[in-house]
T-cell receptor
Framework: EAGVAQSPRYKIIEKRQSVAFWCNPISGHATLYWYQQILGQGPKLLIQFQNNGVVDDSQLPKDRFSAERLKGVDSTLKIQPAKLEDSAVYLC??????????????FGEGSRLTVL | QKEVEQNSGPLSVPEGAIASLNCTYSDRGSQSFFWYRQYSGKSPELIMSIYSNGDKEDGRFTAQLNKASQYVSLLIRDSQPSDSATYLCAVSDSNYQLIWGAGTKLIIKP
């Protein structure tokens, strides 16, 4: 079974530039998550999708971050314009059900963003 | 604000000893509890889940849950250098949303 795919693995940009990350979840997984993980901290949920719909985006900085999940499969997370504090690893995860039911999330390898 | 607290460490344990990792949570309505392992530069992976009070054993790993004290722990017996990682506690709250701790860094010394 193929795992969660993410790209790019690494990205370096200047502040105020834009960046986009892509995620392809495990086939058949209805729930997709984007997390931000800053070094030394736990994952912070940015947005959770259930199929096409948004379940939770309460911690997504909507003035600069946006995310979509087209056709209930792939997802894209965009940051525009980037700030220095956005430097982090962006983790995509998927689960068969909502993660709270089983807690079993499958993570991609992450996309490491450095904002200069 | 629902919280999951973990000692950030690092926790240093000699090889072959028992490593004990602890986690407390604030939401009394939490139902499910999970331990994830994260190697440096890698993504988290689920290693244990526990849903009811008491102990749950899986190989060298034992998860312990005490809902009255809002406390969950992970014991690693016969610790190996390959167990060196950050261990993240995640709790499913009363709304079935996962709340994550900041993680405890574990170092197993040969």
């Amino acid at each position: 079974e193929a795992g969660v795919a993410q790209s790019p693995r690494y990205k370096i940009i200047e502040k105020r530039q834009s960046v986009a990350f892509w995620c392809n979840p495990i086939s058949g997984h209805a729930t997709l998550y984007w997390y931000q993980q800053i070094l030394g901290q736990g994952p912070k949920l940015l947005i959770q999708f259930q199929n096409n719909g948004v379940v939770d985006d309460s911690q997504l900085p909507k003035d600069r971050f946006s995310a979509e999940r087209l056709k209930g499969v792939d997802s894209t997370l965009k940051i525009q314009p980037a700030k220095l504090e956005d430097s982090a690893v962006y983790l995509c995860a998927s689960s068969h059900h909502g993660g709270g039911y089983t807690g079993e999330l499958f993570f991609g390898e992450g996309s490491r963003l450095t904002v200069l | 604000q629902k919280e999951v607290e973990q000692n950030s460490g690092p926790l240093s344990v000699p090889e072959g000893a028992i490593a004990s990792l602890n986690c407390t949570y604030s939401d009394r309505g939490s139902q499910s509890f999970f331990w994830y392992r994260q190697y440096s530069g890698k993504s988290p992976e689920l290693i244990m889940s526990i849903y009811s009070n008491g102990d749950k054993e899986d190989g060298r790993f034992t998860a312990q849950l005490n809902k009255a004290s809002q406390y969950v722990s992970l014991l690693i017996r016969d610790s190996q250098p390959s167990d060196s990682a950050t261990y993240l506690c995640a709790v499913s709250d009363s709304n079935y949303q996962l709340i994550w701790g900041a993680g405890t860094k574990l170092i197993i010394k040969p």
